[in-house]
């Protein structure tokens, strides 16, 4: 059996995304809901690269730690998905949607995490046990947009 590290992961390699919960977009950009996108990476540019490429088909709000995240997440819930790195200093994407789960429960299932592709045994245990996707950096664009695009268009404009 190969290792977590040498295996191809799927840019939504999930549960939900293997049974097509996540079909690609077949919907005209300016028939699609315009989504909230909070991006949470300790890398500025993910966060200003995802804004250039997202918008303004959707509204990409990047922050740099999970402190911010956390931050925002208990003041404006409003976002329809929470693109979430998870190896961070200080809070890791782990740490952040534990919290959630405490702070703002109907938060969680908007989560969408990113990795590099490195994969520790606690990451993996994580993502084994946890129904969000993952994704791979480099993202896959279109597979990214047609995720958020269907997130969007599912999610009421209530606040959590």
Do not use: W
């Amino acid at each position: 059996m190969s290792s977590p590290e040498a295996e191809h992961h799927d840019p939504f390699s999930s549960p939900r995304a293997e049974s097509g919960e996540f079909p690609a977009s077949q919907t005209h950009p300016s028939q699609v809901r315009r989504g909230r996108v909070l991006v949470v990476d300790d890398e500025p540019q993910i966060g200003t690269t995802l804004r250039l490429l997202l918008e303004p088909r959707h509204e990409v709000v990047p922050v740099t730690s999970g402190k911010a995240a956390l931050e925002r997440l208990t003041t404006d819930g409003a976002f329809d998905v929470v693109l979430c790195d998870l190896k961070m200093p200080e809070m890791s994407g782990i740490d952040l949607y534990e919290i959630v789960a405490v702070v703002a429960p109907a938060v969680l299932d908007r989560f969408v995490f990113m990795t590099g592709g490195v994969f520790s045994a606690k990451i993996s245990a994580f993502l084994g046990r946890v129904p969000n996707p993952c994704i791979d950096k480099p993202f896959d664009i279109a597979a990214l947009t047609a995720l958020i695009d269907e997130r969007a268009a599912h999610r009421t404009d209530e606040v959590a």
